[in-house]
């Protein structure tokens, strides 16, 4: 089984957004070249800033700069290129089923309302890619939640996302290798 080549985080651009819930995509892509030392530049092609994991030449970095609702056009203008199928893309995203602090990796499925991934399908012609889920809580209301995703974490949920973060990159070389059931074992099983 081959692993991931392409790894994208879902966000919006623009400093207004840069703290906000909604990009825990962006943030955990910047923490990965931070722990990588891989560089993420605007290529106007690909909409959006990518790159290369650093010691990787074929697994490439994505932050689509389309806003989140768009984000497939630029997942697959940068799949089609270099020829990455689906199921080696892993899609991080915030969501908000899950807690603050809980991080789950899961393929294919559905959208569960969330519009970059929906966006995403759309533009692959499929849903079996992988998706890193990270936990944003939710707000209780459905109607609340808009204004929850584009609003920063409290310090303490901002906290626990930043440790989901650490957690799900342990399971970096599994990803890599294309060992996912280890990875969701070791991630879905993590103690606190």
Not at 27 to 48: H, P, R, V
Not at 91 to 115: F, Q, Y
Not at 166 to 171: E, F, G, I, P, T
Request: hydrophobic share 40%; net charge positive.
């Amino acid at each position: 089984m081959n692993g991931i080549r392409l790894f994208v985080g879902l966000g919006n651009p623009g400093a207004q957004y840069e703290d906000t819930r909604h990009n825990a995509g962006f943030w955990w892509i910047d923490q990965l070249c931070a722990q990588t030392a891989s560089k993420t530049t605007l290529e106007a092609k690909f909409f959006g800033l990518s790159g290369r994991l650093n010691g990787h030449a074929d697994t490439w970095l994505l932050k689509p700069t389309t806003f989140m609702n768009a984000s497939g056009r630029a997942v697959a203008a940068l799949a089609r290129f270099y020829k990455i199928p689906a199921e080696q893309i892993l899609v991080v995203h915030d969501e908000l089923d899950l807690p603050p602090g809980a991080a789950r990796l899961k393929k294919g499925g559905g959208h569960s309302g969330h519009n970059g991934l929906k966006d995403i399908a759309a533009q692959l012609g499929t849903n079996d890619f992988w998706r890193l889920r990270l936990g944003i809580g939710h707000p209780g209301d459905r109607s609340a939640v808009v204004n929850y995703v584009l609003n920063a974490p409290l310090r303490d949920e901002m906290q626990q996302i930043a440790y989901a973060m650490d957690d799900s990159m342990l399971v970096l070389p599994q990803l890599l290798e294309g060992k996912f059931e280890e990875a969701m074992l070791k991630l879905h099983t993590k103690t606190k």
